[in-house]
């Protein structure tokens, strides 16, 4: 019977909308899909060091859920998520110096998520959101979906350039400014305090959130630790924190922070989009920190990040030829590269591969353009000798391509 019906059925006639047609996949996935080939060392994905991942101490809290929550842990739940863990991360915040309680808590599935409901709760087509020049593409990719137009300011060694800023909110009346604070995907580099202040108070003046897209902070592995935006900047400050990067990504956690009154609409919307996140891995996330695996967890990753891009930078220090530059990061997981102006890392990087080694070319970073002489380098996910290797080929490939 099916395979008649079959012979029938047409679906590339369904009328799906076109604006999903046209969407385009993530071009670092497809990247990813060339660099996982055996024997390229990657410094594409943005992924963790999985040898880091705490599977025995993860194996035991998941153990002590189901016999400590039972059937409440597979029950369906609510959609801002269950109490003791947005206890949990409103205390964290205020010790952060932002005085928040579960009210001002939603939690997502991954930031990414977050960054989802918000441009779902905001963007109408032709609307437009304000960012850092370079930024990160996942962002972009969910506000493509609605339509959003760009207004983009340029980034120095201090982060966005905030003077900027206000001219241009006057001209294009963004609905939103989308920043990634600390240690940025895809620069590393971290927003200085002074112009922390300053966005808070435009922000506030404007009436415009900011959203502080905020999934590095936790691991700053040198350098004096910065405010958060959200502690700067109070209701003016929508801040989307995960677990993905200081525990383990598959499980899908993260958290919003914002006021109460915003928080009510992300959570109608979050209803929408999948009733709730899982309330099983919520509840193994919620033992794991409660029972203190945290903190000495993100230790560990920060000794181990450090040592990374030290290996790194040495490598690039040693290796590269002059007329490029590149990031210092003091946390986070990325580095950046800026080519001298007449050389593409988009060109590059079939050459890269056929090397065996992969990175992400900048381009798709910027929302309008440009970039064409810039990459992104990841430093958590490869082992030390890669690294070195990696990088010394890279050196070679830049030298032959001067
Ligand atoms: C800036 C930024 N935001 C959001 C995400 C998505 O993270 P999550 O796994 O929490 O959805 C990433 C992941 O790399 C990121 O770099």
Known sequence: ???????????????????????????????????????????????????????EDIKKVTLEAIDQYGADSIQYSLSSGIVPIRELFAKRATEEGSISTTANILITSGSQQGIELIARAFIDPGDYILTENPTYVGAL????????????????????????????????????IYTVSNFQNP????????????????????????????PYGDIRFSGEPMPTLKSLGGDAVIELRTISKIIAP????????GPTRAITQFE????????????????????YIRQGFLEPHIEKIKADS????AAMIRTMDETFP???KWTRPDGGLFLWVELPAHMSGKELLPKAVEMKVAYVYGEPFFPNGGGENTLRLNFSNATHEEIVE?????????????
């Open 187 to 214: 620069t590393g580099v971290t927003m200085s305090e002074e112009r922390r202040r300053q966005l808070v108070d435009l922000a506030a003046g404007y009436d415009i959130p900011v959203i502080d897209d905020n």
């Open 141 to 176: 990719q969910a506000f493509d979906y609605y339509r959003a137009r760009y207004i983009t300011v340029d980034m120095d060694d201090d982060g966005m350039i905030v003077d900027q800023v206000a001219e241009k909110i006057e001209k294009y009346q963004p609905k939103l």
């Open 390 to 402: 990696g990088i010394t080929r890279l050196a070679k490939l830049f030298k032959e391509n001067l």
């Open 306 to 309: 450090l040592a990374k891009r």
């Open 322 to 324: 002059p007329g490029i």
């Open 250 to 257: 598959g499980f899908r956690i993260g958290w919003m922070n």
């Open 268 to 287: 109608k919307v979050k209803q929408c989009a999948d009733l709730h996140t899982s309330n099983f891995t919520q509840y193994v996330i919620y033992e």
């Open 1 to 55: 019977m099916s395979i008649e019906i079959n012979s029938r059925v047409h679906p590339e006639k369904w009328r799906i909308a076109p604006h999903v047609l046209d969407l385009e996949t993530s071009i670092i996935r497809e990247i990813l899909k060339i660099s996982s080939q055996p024997g390229v060392i990657s410094f594409a994905g943005g992924l963790p060091a999985p040898e880091l991942f705490p599977l």
